[in-house]
């Protein structure tokens, strides 16, 4: 999947797809993009009722022009099902939960592959986001990534990882899996989502704004939430400040200025301007320009 294909979601919202009053109200939380769960916030007896229910509720939260996922269930048999069902010209793309290997992918494409075939979709259209949520996903980190051309994303479930684990869902202690699905997620050509700590915990949101700004940094595209209060600080903190924007700009006026002179050696403020510094300051200006597009 190329770039220009690649999604520009800062926040995610989960909201379950059984209840209604979430569904109706979901586009007025400010995410860019919804995940319908059919997974942890539906109980079992509930999940034929809920599964049902997605392809209308797609169909009302894309009505208003956001992108909708849907997650599945982990067991084989209530996962076929899901997909069967969510699979639909409203639904964007896949989260699949518990990811442990590129095999695992592959049989969610497949089964992807002949649902589109039989609903006359376009071929591919649907996506895959993986969750990694534990010890044997992360070890396969990288052949996940690289599983299939559906592949769009990432993200470490950490209250399942931690607890597979046998640890508290802490900082210290989830940096390691998160900064490798980063680098992972950027090799493929993906897109890495989260933050390194707990997605369960939204009554602090001064620490969450920190957690979201430090995932920034770690090279995060954006993030999923669990709370509408979560959804504004993802929108500010996960696009380029003016002070980068400026920055940016400045460097490549000045770049160019260069090699339109002939001069390999390049200063910018105090700093030598080499490939990957002017690489990442036109991934800085094209996201701006993107989201003031939008």
């Known amino acids: 999947m190329s770039q220009s294909d690649l999604p520009l979601w800062r926040s995610l919202l989960f909201v379950p797809a059984n ?14 993009a919804i995940i319908l769960d059919l997974e942890d916030s539906v109980v079992l007896p509930e999940k034929d009722a809920a599964r049902n229910m997605v392809p209308q509720a797609a169909a009302t939260v894309a009505g208003h022009g956001l992108d909708v996922l849907v997650r599945i269930n982990r067991p084989w048999r ?3 099902r899901d997909i069967e069902t969510s699979v639909c010209e409203h639904v964007h793309t896949i989260a ?7 095999e695992h992918i592959r049989f969610i494409a497949e089964v992807i592959d002949e649902v589109e075939v039989e609903k006359r979709l376009s071929r591919g259209s649907t996506r895959i986001l993986a969750l990694i949520e ?8 990288d052949d996940i990534a690289g599983a299939s051309p ?5 993200f470490v479930g950490a209250e399942d990882f931690s607890s597979e684990v046998g640890m508290e869902p802490f900082e210290e202690g989830l940096f390691y899996v998160n900064q490798q699905l980063v680098f992972a997620a950027r090799k493929a050509g993906i897109l ?9 915990d939204y009554s602090d949101l001064g620490e969450f704004r920190r957690k979201i700004q430090q995932a920034k ?8 939430g669990i709370h509408p209060s979560q959804i504004s600080i993802m929108n500010e903190e996960f696009v380029p400040s003016a002070k980068e924007v400026e920055h940016a700009t400045g ?17 910018y403020k105090g700093k030598m301007i080499d490939a990957p510094i002017v690489a990442r300051a036109r991934e800085v200006l094209e996201k701006h320009r993107a989201i003031a597009e939008r």
């Open 96 to 102: 699949v939960p518990k990811v442990d290997s590129a």
């Open 78 to 80: 209530l996962a076929v």
């Open 251 to 267: 460097l490549l006026d000045t770049y160019e200025q260069a090699q339109a002179e002939g001069r390999g050696a390049v200063e």
């Open 19 to 32: 209840v209604e009053k979430f569904v109706a109200k979901a586009h007025t939380r400010g995410a860019d």
């Open 134 to 141: 534990g010890v044997e996903g992360m070890r396969n980190i």
């Open 217 to 224: 940094k770690l090279g995060f595209a954006g993030a999923p």
């Open 192 to 200: 890495p989502f989260g933050f390194v700590g707990t997605i369960a």
């Open 150 to 154: 559906r592949m769009m994303g990432m």
